[in-house]
């Protein structure tokens, strides 16, 4: 018999950052609305991709409550929180909630092998494998952990 689980944890690492925040946003030529720019939507689209694939893999589904988002940023002279709006927009979007059930969010700043490091301890934790240096020249992008906080007991894979 198969047990349903709850997953309570994502974490996912996007190999690539998103526009610097001056590049993020654009004046509607027209309407003089402030829009996402072209880049900045074709890096959610790509970074929603490698989401959703990560949440097929983890087994993600949408639990009750609140949620913890944790973002390091790597290999970026720009501020951790100049990403954070895309980063938490994207993220929400692709896991199937809304962004109001975020309690909290940090942002850290950290060197490009910390985001590799940080990424195959939860693997190996989660799988039980060593990961190897499959991925060791990853020097930048964007790391995330969600953590669901609250709502009705939950299982840990």
């Given amino acids: 018999m198969l047990t349903r689980v709850t997953i309570s ?9 998103p ?7 654009i004046r509607h030529r027209y309407t003089g609305q402030i829009i996402l720019s072209t880049k900045a939507r074709e890096w959610k689209k790509n970074a929603a991709m490698v989401i959703g ?16 988002i944790e973002i390091l940023v790597g290999g970026s002279r720009s501020d951790a929180d100049a990403y954070v709006k895309t980063i938490v927009d994207t ?3 692709k896991l199937g909630f809304d962004d109001r059930r975020v309690r909290k ?13 940080r990424y195959v ?3 190996t ?18 790391y995330v952990r969600v953590t669901q906080v609250g709502g009705p007991e939950v299982n840990e894979i």
């Fill in 9 to 17: 944890n994502f974490f996912v690492l996007i190999p690539f950052l």
């Fill in 19 to 25: 526009p610097g925040i001056n590049a993020q946003y």
């Fill in 53 to 68: 694939a990560r949440a097929g893999v983890l087994g993600w589904e949408v639990g009750e409550g609140q949620y913890d």
């Fill in 91 to 93: 993220v929400t979007q």
């Fill in 105 to 117: 969010v940090t942002a850290e700043k950290v060197k490009g092998k910390k985001l590799w490091a």
């Fill in 121 to 123: 301890l939860e693997e």
């Fill in 125 to 142: 934790t989660r799988t039980g494998e060593d990961l190897g240096s499959e991925l060791d020249d990853v020097y930048s992008g964007i």
